[in-house]
T-cell receptor, first 114, second 112 residues
Framework: KQEVTQIPAALSVPEGENLVLNCSFTDSAIYNLQWFRQDPGKGLTSLLL?????REQTSGRLNASLDKSSGRSTLYIAASQPGDSATYLC?????????????FGKGTKLSVKP | NAGVTQTPKFQVLKTGQSMTLQCAQD?????MYWYRQDPGMGLRLIYYSASEGTTDKGEVPNGYNVSRLNKREFSLRLESAAPSQTSVYFC???????????FGPGTRLTVL
């Protein structure tokens, strides 16, 4: 059964720092991997989607990489800002589950201090 | 475009009561999903609908029913609510071959 793990569970950094969030998954047979942001009491906002054939995707200050063979993805945030404070969730869609069934990690809660 | 909308935002039920959570999307997506989010458990798929007229069970379907009313709307029904169904419920949709899912703002349900 696919399992997704995110480390660390929480991270606090000063404004301006570059940072990396980690995501690992146990079964490399995936369709894609998606990174989300969740603000307290809100829904999920899609940040980046990486297809299984891709190595990375970029959007603004965000860069996500995927190493399917090792079961790892990273989300790199450049020049962090207080507005980046949120919980970041990683999810994979794999071949073993229901169509479109995203398997989520428990998230990394990021706090960027001014 | 409103994206994915959900009603109500908050609901408190007593054990045994029934209710329907509503979801609608205006992105012309074929697939729609219902997830629940619980502390320490993350998000888990309840039901999904790959296209209008079809529905299938996800990881945690017990105690729930769904209806894909048309391409836009996908509702989740609790026939006899239980305290274990206290959770935040999210609806999502996807419409591209990439599979990117877009989420609604959620419904916070408490069952007493």
């Amino acid at each position: 059964k696919q399992e997704v793990t995110q480390i660390p569970a929480a991270l606090s950094v000063p404004e301006g720092e570059n940072l990396v969030l980690n995501c690992s998954f146990t079964d490399s047979a995936i369709y894609n991997l998606q990174w989300f942001r969740q603000d307290p009491g809100k829904g999920l906002t899609s940040l980046l989607l990486i297809q299984s054939s891709q190595r990375e995707q970029t959007s603004g200050r965000l860069n996500a990489s995927l190493d399917k063979s090792s079961g790892r993805s990273t989300l790199y945030i450049a020049a962090s800002q207080p507005g980046d404070s949120a919980t970041y969730l990683c999810a994979v869609e794999d071949y073993g589950g229901s169509q479109g069934n995203l398997i989520f990690g428990k998230g990394t809660k990021l706090s960027v201090k001014p | 475009n409103a994206g994915v909308t959900q009603t109500p935002k908050f609901q408190v039920l007593k054990t045994g009561q029934s209710m329907t959570l509503q979801c609608a999307q205006d992105m012309n997506h074929n697939s729609m999903y219902w997830y629940r989010q619980d502390p320490g458990m993350g998000l888990r798929l309840i039901y999904y609908s790959a296209s209008e007229g079809t529905t299938d069970k996800g990881e945690v379907p017990n105690g729930y029913n769904v209806s894909r009313l048309n391409k836009r709307e996908f509702s989740l029904r609790l026939e006899s609510a239980a305290p274990s169904q206290t959770s935040v419920y999210f609806c999502a949709s996807s419409g591209t071959t990439l599979g990117e899912q877009f989420f609604g703002p959620g419904t916070r349900l408490t069952v007493l």
